[in-house]
Structures are given as structure tokens and as C-alpha cells.
């Protein structure tokens, strides 16, 4: 009966959802900028292509083996993350050595996905990841739309579907741990630690004597900022980091988007919410007697 519900409740927030962003005050979307918590600093020079990252993530996270491990042909196509894999790694495009690139939710300093969410499902913590609370979720994808990254999946599979990416491994690092990627990296080609540091690092090594890295850091300004951040010795394009998401934040574009829907559409979702609301807390004081 309850899924029943949940599932009824879900579709008509995704109908409306667009009008609950407008709906909702802003300080429910806002989302403050976290200028120095965790962060990651992915050198492509030292990148292995081994995928052991994509391996130890699924595992960390309860998700089925990669596909393929050992097996070079996999690199013939650029592969994306899926509900059921928060990291890819790919070969770079163009000439020169071989090169590779994991990619993966780039935790921004100010999270579209988050300012884009109606009810607060992605939250940037102080702590530096941007995580998911699908207890939260109405399944309005605004996040997967906000993303400049096409970071953020849909378990269009699922009865009862979620939105999934990588989390940083905020729970490993709420206990003092690394992500799982960084910490079974065989070739220190990710280095975790205060955003600050990381990029100060990537300056140091940028800006060191005989240096061949590209005088630039995927993250440092893009998109309002990343802590994930990338240092390469050819073109960041290369590894199919887009380089045209621009250096602002995308919070207010965010924001100006959502609050060009129709009229009509903000009318339904405050009543959406309010059903939503109330139902849930009528499981709460269910489940409580
Ligand atoms: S990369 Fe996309 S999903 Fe990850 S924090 Fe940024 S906007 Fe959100
Ligand atoms: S585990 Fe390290 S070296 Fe291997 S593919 Fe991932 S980032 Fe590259």
C-alpha cells in the first residue's frame, strides 16, 4: 500500500516539480559555497588506465564489478557513469602518449544539482561532498537537467527509481578515511585532501623546473569551482572534461531558469508537496505505533 502511495505521489511531484522549485522559498534551494572542504586532485600523468578506482568504488558502494577489467578494447569508446557505475575511466582523445582519466561527480564548490533540486535531496556538506538524500527525492530529475557534468543517473529501471552518483565516499570520510579510489590507487595518480592543499599541489608541480604540464587545472574556476580537480600535460579537453561551462557558478542560472516556469505549473506542486508532506508524516506516526 505504501509503495502504491509513494509511487503516485512520485509521479505527480515529477509533473510538477518545476513549479515546486519556484514555490519553495530560496533558502530551501541555496546551497553555500564550501571554499575549503575535501577534495581530490586527479594527475593524468601518473594515471595507469588500470581501472582499479572503478573496481574499488564498486565494491565501496555495493554495485556489480566493472565490466571488462584487464581488457584494453573497453577504452575503443568514451563511457559514461550509470545508476550502476559512479566512476569511469577513459583514454584521452587525440595524439601523443597514452593517457587516461577517471571521471565522476566533481563535487562543484556550488552544486547546479543541488540549487536546482525543489526539496533539498543534494546538499553540498561543510565536510566537501555533494550527497543524496533519496528519502528526499520526488523524482523530478531538475538535478540530472542543472548538471553542467552529466553527472547525476536515473534508475529508470526500478519501481521505484533514485538518482545515483558518486558521494565522495562521504560516510568513509565522516570516519576519517579516503574515498575508496583514492585509497586503492596503485599509481598516486589521486591525491585527497583540503581543497586549498590540493590546489596548491597542483600549482607545485604545474609550475616546477622542466614541468610539461599544461598550465591549467580542470576545477580551479570552472563552473564556480570543483573539488575534484584535474592537472594533464596536454589539453584538459582531451579527456573530455568540458572546457565551455564557463567560471561562474551555475546557481543563478540555475534559479533564473526555474523561475521562468509557466504560471500553471507553480500552482500544482505546492499542493503536491503538502500531500507529500502530510502522507509522509502520517508513515512516520504509523511506523511509530
Ligand atoms: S558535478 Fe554535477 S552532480 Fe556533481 S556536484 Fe556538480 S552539479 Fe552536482
Ligand atoms: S586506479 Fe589510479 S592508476 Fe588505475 S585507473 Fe584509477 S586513477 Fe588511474
Known sequence: MRIARRTFLKSCAAIGAAGAASALPASARETAPVPDGAGVLVDTTKCLGCRTCEAACAEANGLAAPEAMGDDAIFATHRTTSPGQFTVVNKAQGGGEDRYAKSQCLHCLVPACASACPVKALDKTEAGPVVYHEDRCIGCRYCMVACPFDVPKYQYDRAIPYVRKCTMCATRL???????????????????????????????????????????????????????????????????????????????????????????????????????????RRDEENDHE
Do not use: Q
Not at 189 to 207: H, M, Q
Open 174 to 280: 565522516a570516519k576519517g578515511g579516503k574515498p575508496a579510489c583514492v585509497e586503492n590507487c596503485p599509481a598516486e595518480a589521486l591525491t585527497f585532501g583540503k581543497r586549498s592543499e590540493l590546489l596548491a599541489e597542483a600549482k607545485r608541480r604545474i609550475y616546477a623546473p622542466g614541468s610539461t604540464y599544461v598550465p591549467e587545472i580542470f576545477g580551479e574556476h570552472d563552473a564556480g569551482g570543483t573539488s575534484w580537480m584535474y592537472i594533464a600535460d596536454r589539453p584538459l579537453s582531451d579527456f573530455g572534461l568540458p572546457r565551455d561551462v564557463g567560471d561562474e557558478t551555475r546557481f543563478d542560472k540555475t534559479r533564473g531558469a526555474l523561475g521562468a516556469v509557466p504560471f500553471v505549473i507553480t500552482l500544482w506542486p505546492p499542493l503536491l508537496m503538502g500531500l507529500y508532506t502530510a502522507s509522509r
